[in-house]
């Protein structure tokens, strides 16, 4: 890639800068969404017991790759404020460090998934009928842990130089093959014999293989094919300050989880109505993830340009496009949760055909919706902390938020107070208002100028 194919996201007009970086990341997530609707999708074809496992296994999956994700959100802080700096050779030593640590984390990650993957299932729990299944889907998914995490963190050095064309090359290929691999690997075509259930998991690892393999062909024909010039030893200090950046997200991640599992739990508590109110989240989350798309494109964008502008000293622009990205998701967040709130009985009815599912599906779009201008803002001025280094900052606020703020309230509405499902809902709403006023003053406060990456 030449540089006049790079996005130069340190001078130039502020929103030509956001724009270039947010629209392929928006297509990303989108490209997400569809992979994970056609698993399920698929797996519904097979059996509803088949379709509980690749729910259930997901999570674990998620787990699994937590590590990654907290990774790359130290190597994008990293990377970013080298090459905004003008330090390229210092990103080159960044990356190489985060991927062979990536790596190594994956490999152990992996040896424990195929030593201990009937333990795993048991302390998951569950159900003795489908344990089989489960089983064939851990050790397959153990296997593709290594090109998943190579693929994510290499992914994220792309991101933070502004390269973000590449990322969408990658994830479109490695999109397309998993969703022509479910089919595929599952029912077979002309003389190839379909493999059943095992296909989604095999199409997953496939996929990611795939497109790790696209990134390392990247790195040689780019500017980054320095990464493969030196030894690949590891750096103890570089890979210090990556963890030093990585554990308060990767914290952050296992709370948030943790915190839904909870919240999962106190619904299943409400009695008679509890069935109904499980099935109304799950179903309102599905329908809510419309929502979270351009929010969660903008936090990948915010990161990357405060990263870039703090290491270019332009400490002006970094707060400058913090702001400007948060206004603009929160409006445009903000028109589409009006329309899914008038338009919450249509939705739900799209996935649900009980009455009282349906209604509850609602009452809880209804709900959150309200909530979604905030949830905008907690997100990409979160991103933005991020980039600059201030991991500690936003772990600490969501953290707060999760288990301080929502879960207390969820338990004290719906369970003491006896306001059911509607009292989780209004914990949640209050929660996440909160979050989004926090992570708001940290960022006006301004703490995350004065982080030194060095």
Same mark, same amino acid.
């Given at each position: 890639?030449?540089?006049?194919?790079?996005?130069?996201?340190?001078?130039?007009?502020?929103?030509?800068?956001?724009?270039?970086?947010?629209?392929?990341?928006?297509?990303?997530?989108?490209?997400?969404?569809?992979?994970?609707?056609?698993?399920?999708?698929?797996?519904?074809?097979?059996?509803?017991?088949?379709?509980?496992?690749?729910?259930?296994?997901?999570?674990?999956?998620?787990?699994?790759?937590?590590?990654?994700?907290?990774?790359?959100?130290? &190597?994008?802080?990293? &990377?970013?404020?080298?090459?905004?700096?003008?330090?390229?050779?210092?990103?080159?030593?960044?990356?190489?460090?985060?991927?062979?640590?990536?790596?190594?984390?994956?490999?152990?990650?992996?040896?424990?998934?195929?030593?201990?993957?009937?333990?795993?299932?048991?302390?998951?729990?569950?159900?003795?009928?489908?344990?089989?299944?489960?089983?064939?889907?851990?050790?397959?998914?153990?296997?593709?842990?290594?090109?998943?995490?190579?693929?994510?963190?290499?992914?994220?050095?792309?991101?933070?130089?502004?390269?973000?064309?590449?990322?969408?090359?990658?994830?479109?290929?490695?999109?397309?093959?998993?969703?022509?691999?479910?089919?595929?690997?599952?029912?077979?075509?002309?003389?190839?014999?379909?493999?059943?259930?095992?296909?989604?998991?095999?199409?997953?690892?496939?996929?990611?293989?795939?497109?790790?393999?696209?990134?390392?062909?990247?790195?040689?024909?780019?500017?980054?094919?320095?990464?493969?010039?030196?030894?690949?030893?590891?750096?103890?200090?570089?890979?210090?300050?990556?963890?030093?950046?990585?554990?308060?997200?990767?914290?952050?991640?296992?709370?948030?989880?943790?915190?839904?599992?909870?919240?999962?739990?106190?619904?299943?508590?409400?009695?008679?109505?509890?069935?109904?109110?499980?099935?109304?989240?799950?179903?309102?989350?599905?329908?809510?993830?419309?929502?979270? =798309?351009?929010?969660?494109?903008?936090?990948?964008?915010?990161?990357?340009?405060?990263?870039?502008?703090?290491?270019?000293?332009?400490?002006?622009?970094?707060?400058?496009?913090?702001?400007?990205?948060?206004?603009?998701?929160?409006?445009?967040?903000?028109?589409?949760?009006?329309?899914?709130?008038?338009?919450?009985?249509?939705?739900?009815? =799209?996935?649900?055909?009980?009455?009282?599912?349906?209604?509850?599906?609602?009452?809880?779009?209804?709900?959150?919706?309200?909530?979604?201008?905030?949830?905008?803002?907690?997100?990409? =001025?979160?991103?933005?902390?991020?980039?600059?280094?201030? &991991?500690?900052?936003?772990?600490?606020?969501?953290? &707060?938020?999760?288990?301080?703020?929502?879960?207390?309230?969820?338990?004290?509405?719906?369970?003491?107070?006896?306001?059911?499902?509607?009292?989780?809902?209004?914990?949640?709403?209050?929660?996440?208002?909160?979050?989004?006023?926090?992570?708001?003053?940290?960022?006006?406060?301004?703490?995350?100028?004065?982080?030194?990456?060095?």
């Amino acid at each position: 890639m030449s540089s006049g194919e790079r996005i130069n996201i340190t001078s130039g007009n502020l929103w030509v800068s956001i724009w270039q970086l947010s629209w392929p990341m928006l297509l990303i997530m989108i490209l997400n969404f569809f992979v994970g609707m056609t698993d399920i999708y698929v797996a519904g074809f097979i059996s509803p017991e088949v379709q509980a496992v690749v729910g259930f296994v997901s999570q674990i999956f998620f787990l699994n790759i937590i590590i990654a994700n907290a990774i790359s959100i130290g &190597t994008i802080a990293l &990377t970013a404020r080298s090459i905004g700096a003008g330090d390229f050779d210092g990103a080159v030593k960044i990356a190489r460090q985060s991927l062979i640590f990536g790596i190594v984390a994956a490999v152990i990650l992996m040896a424990g998934g195929l030593i201990f993957y009937r333990q795993i299932i048991a302390v998951a729990g569950f159900p003795h009928n489908i344990r089989p299944i489960a089983e064939r889907f851990i050790k397959i998914f153990a296997l593709s842990l290594g090109p998943n995490y190579v693929l994510i963190i290499s992914n994220a050095v792309f991101r933070a130089s502004g390269e973000v064309r590449k990322v969408l090359l990658t994830m479109f290929l490695v999109s397309a093959v998993n969703i022509a691999g479910n089919f595929l690997l599952v029912f077979g075509l002309f003389s190839f014999p379909g493999l059943g259930y095992i296909g989604i998991a095999l199409a997953t690892a496939i996929s990611v293989t795939v497109g790790m393999m696209v990134n390392f062909v990247l790195f040689s024909r780019g500017r980054w094919k320095a990464i493969y010039r030196t030894p690949a030893n590891m750096s103890g200090g570089i890979v210090i300050r990556i963890l030093e950046l990585s554990w308060p997200a990767a914290l952050l991640q296992i709370a948030w989880n943790a915190g839904s599992i909870v919240l999962y739990n106190i619904l299943g508590r409400l009695g008679s109505g509890s069935i109904t109110a499980l099935a109304s989240l799950t179903n309102g989350l599905r329908i809510e993830a419309i929502v979270y =798309l351009p929010a969660f494109a903008l936090n990948m964008a915010a990161a990357v340009l405060v990263g870039q502008n703090l290491g270019a000293k332009d400490i002006a622009r970094a707060t400058e496009v913090g702001w400007k990205m948060a206004l603009s998701g929160i409006a445009l967040v903000s028109i589409m949760a009006v329309i899914i709130f008038i338009l919450a009985e249509d939705l739900a009815s =799209l996935i649900s055909g009980d009455p009282s599912v349906l209604k509850g599906t609602a009452l809880y779009l209804r709900f959150n919706m309200v909530s979604e201008p905030f949830m905008a803002l907690s997100a990409i =001025l979160g991103g933005g902390l991020q980039g600059a280094g201030d &991991t500690r900052g936003t772990m600490r606020i969501i953290v &707060t938020a999760m288990w301080i703020i929502r879960l207390p309230l969820a338990w004290l509405f719906a369970l003491v107070l006896g306001y059911g499902a509607p009292g989780v809902w209004a914990a949640m709403v209050t929660s996440m208002v909160i979050q989004g006023i926090l992570m708001a003053y940290r960022f006006h406060r301004g703490l995350w100028k004065k982080i030194t990456l060095e």
